[in-house]
Nanobody, 122 residues
Framework: VQLQASGGGLVQAGGSLRLSCAFS????????MSWFRQVPGKEREFVAAINSDGYTDYADSLKGRFTISRDNAKKAMYLQMNSLKPEDTAAYYC?????????????????WGRGTQVTVSS
């Protein structure tokens, strides 16, 4: 399995970004998918997860601003981020778990893509 995250960039506070994660190598619908983020010196933080049926889970602090989705036909996952804040600045990673059930801790995930940097200016 290979994952490729994209869509990061520099945005002003209050703006929006849409991240994408391209999946290749296996049957996408067999995998629960997730977004994590990390800033230097801190642990990787759960953002959101989605299973193949579209069940979603979010970090409590991000509910209402971030929306996770996936397109099984395109083997892709997305993260729509609205009302961005400077504290959302981080490297964002997509991850895949060979399971129908979403996970929250990073250790639940089998495959990781390289991060895409999101920087929110005040």
């Amino acid at each position: 399995v290979q994952l490729q995250a994209s869509g990061g960039g520099l945005v002003q506070a209050g703006g929006s970004l849409r991240l994408s994660c391209a999946f290749s190598g296996r049957t996408f619908s067999n995998y629960a998918m997730s977004w994590f983020r990390q800033v230097p010196g801190k642990e990787r933080e759960f953002v959101a997860a989605i299973n193949s049926d579209g069940y979603t889970d979010y970090a409590d602090s991000l509910k209402g601003r971030f929306t996770i989705s996936r397109d099984n036909a395109k083997k892709a996952m997305y993260l729509q981020m609205n009302s961005l804040k400077p504290e959302d600045t981080a490297a964002y990673y997509c991850a895949a778990r060979w399971s129908f059930v979403v996970g929250v801790p990073p250790r639940d995930y089998d495959y990781w893509g390289r991060g895409t940097q999101v920087t929110v200016s005040s």
